[in-house]
C-alpha cells in the first residue's frame, strides 16, 4: 500500500491501528482504576491521575490482573504501529 500523499492525511491502515489502540487504550484504563481501587484508594489516583505509575505499581498483580497489563500491551503495540505506517 502507498503512503498517503502530502496533505491528505494518515494512512487507512494507520487510523484503523489508532483508533484500535485508543478502544483498548480506554478499556485497560477502566481496568486499571478498578484494580487500583480495589487495592487501595491511594493506588486508586494514582491510577486515575498517573496511569503509567499504576501499571508499575500493579505490576505484583500479574497473574491476577493479567488482561489489563495485555490490553495496554497492545495498546501500545498499536501506537507503535501507526506511528511507522
Same mark, same amino acid.
Given at each position: 500500500?502507498?503512503?498517503?500523499?502530502?496533505?491528505?492525511?494518515?494512512?487507512?491502515?494507520?487510523?484503523?491501528?489508532?483508533? #484500535?489502540?485508543?478502544?483498548?487504550?480506554?478499556?485497560?484504563?477502566?481496568?486499571?482504576?478498578?484494580?487500583? #481501587?480495589?487495592?487501595?484508594?491511594?493506588?486508586?489516583?494514582?491510577?486515575? #491521575?498517573?496511569?503509567?505509575?499504576?501499571?508499575?505499581?500493579?505490576?505484583?498483580?500479574?497473574?491476577?490482573?493479567?488482561?489489563?497489563?495485555?490490553?495496554?500491551?497492545?495498546?501500545?503495540?498499536?501506537?507503535?504501529?501507526?506511528?511507522?505506517?
Amino acid at each position: 500500500m502507498e503512503p498517503a500523499a502530502a496533505g491528505t492525511g494518515m494512512a487507512p491502515v494507520a487510523a484503523v491501528l489508532t483508533v #484500535f489502540a485508543l478502544v483498548f487504550a480506554f478499556i485497560g484504563w477502566l481496568r486499571l482504576l478498578r484494580a487500583g #481501587f480495589r487495592e487501595n484508594t491511594v493506588t486508586g489516583l494514582i491510577a486515575f #491521575f498517573l496511569p503509567p505509575l499504576a501499571l508499575l505499581i500493579l505490576l505484583p498483580l500479574w497473574p491476577r490482573e493479567r488482561e489489563m497489563f495485555l490490553l495496554a500491551g497492545a495498546a501500545l503495540l498499536f501506537f507503535c504501529a501507526a506511528q511507522v505506517l
